[in-house]
């Protein structure tokens, strides 16, 4: 590893722990960019449009998850580092003080995304005629996975504000 690269992964002063998870990330992404890039270019070069459609939605992915890994990154060697302010991915500090509040967020959001989920499954049951003509079955799919992602989130918030 030269000078340059090892600078850039990595963190004076960092326990073992916090390297190695950082060290981890920095690869993960660093050894993705080549599937990415093929991912990219069945999204606008392929001669199927199904699977161009469904590249892009693997390239929007991607790069999400390519920014959140960087975001988790940047926030373990500013915690490492011993940095003050808030690193980019935030701690749950403050989420009890406002705990009542949030309480009544996340039930009125757990409240709709419970009902988009029976939404979707009865759109997907709907649907089930047409799964291997149409990709449509497949995205209430990916929308139904993204629904529960969202309780998930929202349950993680509740949760941490119960007292």
Do not use: C
Not at 33 to 45: H, M, P
Not at 113 to 131: G, I, N, P, Y
């Amino acid at each position: 590893m030269s000078e340059g690269s090892r600078s850039l992964t990595h963190i004076p002063g960092a326990s073992v722990w916090e390297q190695s998870v950082y060290s981890y990330l920095v690869a993960h992404v660093e050894n993705e960019k080549d599937i990415v890039d093929g991912y990219e270019e069945l999204a606008t070069t392929d001669s199927s449009a199904a699977l161009r459609y469904l590249s892009a939605l693997i390239v929007r992915d991607e790069r999400r998850h390519h920014e959140v890994f960087g975001q988790l990154a940047e926030s373990l060697r500013h915690t490492a580092e011993l940095r003050g302010g808030q690193p980019p991915i935030p701690d749950l500090a403050g989420l009890e003080a406002d705990g009542e509040r949030i309480r009544a967020i996340t039930t009125r959001f757990l409240a709709v995304e419970r009902e988009d989920a029976t939404m979707l499954e009865q759109l997907a049951h709907q649907l089930r005629d047409v799964k291997d003509t149409t990709l449509w079955t497949l995205l209430v799919e990916l929308m139904q996975d993204d629904t529960r992602k969202h309780i998930r989130i929202l349950e993680f918030l509740r949760d941490r504000t119960e007292g």
